[in-house]
């Protein structure tokens, strides 16, 4: 069927750097700063700088008003958590076993927005990506989030699994470099697959998705 809604999302180039300075903002900068500091400094130098970080993001949004990214305040949240329970028991393995596990819990909260009116998947997919209201409110939209909220806990699951068996199996420093890599590849393919998905569907529906702004 042909399109009777064309979309117009921003250019690829646009949404790689939106969406990477969120990903740099609330993980990589703070697993970054937690490596060096553990390496040159201490434990539990570590645990600080990652911690001071992403909460001087928080605080820095809030002074300037602009918008809390969703992926942004939850990692903070769990961060807080963690490194609580590190500073507490000293145990990097209890450190990275709390974000391991919360790969688990994720799953359940993906899960249980299924039945909301807007799937907590779709509040993630506004920091990364800042869809049109005709489109984000478009019914067939909203049965495409829920579809890819169970997409996404299942990755989820995959990755929590994975990362469990691996923390298990290594040293912090090589569970670091093979859990982030193999983190991300994971991550990487299922969002590919999401985008797939998501234009197909849409297309069914005669919407098309056109990147840049209309000529």
């Given at each position: 069927?042909?399109?009777?809604?064309?979309?117009?999302?921003?250019?690829?180039g646009?949404l790689?750097?939106?969406?990477?300075?969120?990903?740099?903002?609330?993980?990589?900068?703070p697993?970054?700063?937690f490596?060096?500091?553990?390496?040159?400094?201490?434990?539990?130098?570590?645990?600080?700088?990652?911690?001071a970080?992403?909460l001087?993001?928080?605080?820095?949004?809030?002074?300037?008003?602009?918008?809390?990214?969703?992926?942004?305040?939850?990692?903070?949240?769990?961060?807080?958590?963690?490194?609580?329970?590190?500073?507490?028991?000293?145990s990097?393995?209890l450190?990275?076993l709390?974000?391991?596990?919360?790969?688990?819990?994720?799953?359940?909260v993906?899960?249980?927005?299924?039945?909301?009116?807007?799937p907590?998947?779709a509040?993630?997919?506004?920091?990364?990506?800042?869809?049109?209201?005709?489109?984000?409110?478009?019914?067939?939209?909203?049965?495409?989030f829920?579809?890819?909220?169970?997409?996404?806990a299942?990755?989820?699951?995959?990755?929590?699994?994975v990362?469990?068996?691996?923390?298990?199996?290594?040293?912090?420093?090589?569970?670091?470099?093979?859990?982030?890599a193999?983190s991300?590849?994971?991550i990487?393919?299922?969002?590919?697959?999401?985008?797939?998905?998501?234009r197909?569907?849409?297309?069914?529906?005669?919407?098309?998705?056109?990147?840049?702004?209309?000529?």
């Amino acid at each position: 069927m042909p399109p009777h809604l064309t979309v117009h999302l921003p250019a690829f180039g646009s949404l790689l750097r939106h969406a990477g300075k969120h990903l740099l903002e609330s993980t990589i900068v703070p697993l970054g700063l937690f490596y060096v500091m553990l390496t040159l400094v201490s434990f539990d130098g570590g645990l600080i700088a990652a911690l001071a970080w992403s909460l001087l993001a928080l605080v820095r949004r809030v002074v300037l008003r602009r918008p809390m990214p969703a992926v942004l305040l939850l990692t903070t949240t769990l961060l807080v958590a963690r490194t609580i329970l590190g500073l507490a028991t000293g145990s990097a393995f209890l450190y990275f076993l709390q974000p391991t596990l919360q790969n688990f819990l994720i799953a359940v909260v993906l899960v249980a927005s299924v039945p909301q009116r807007r799937p907590f998947i779709a509040k993630l997919a506004d920091d990364f990506c800042a869809f049109p209201d005709a489109l984000s409110r478009h019914p067939r939209v909203l049965v495409v989030f829920r579809q890819l909220s169970l997409l996404w806990a299942l990755v989820f699951v995959t990755n929590g699994a994975v990362t469990l068996w691996m923390l298990a199996q290594r040293t912090i420093g090589n569970f670091l470099l093979v859990s982030t890599a193999g983190s991300w590849s994971i991550i990487g393919l299922a969002i590919v697959v999401s985008l797939l998905w998501f234009r197909r569907a849409l297309r069914g529906e005669g919407i098309a998705l056109r990147m840049g702004a209309p000529a």
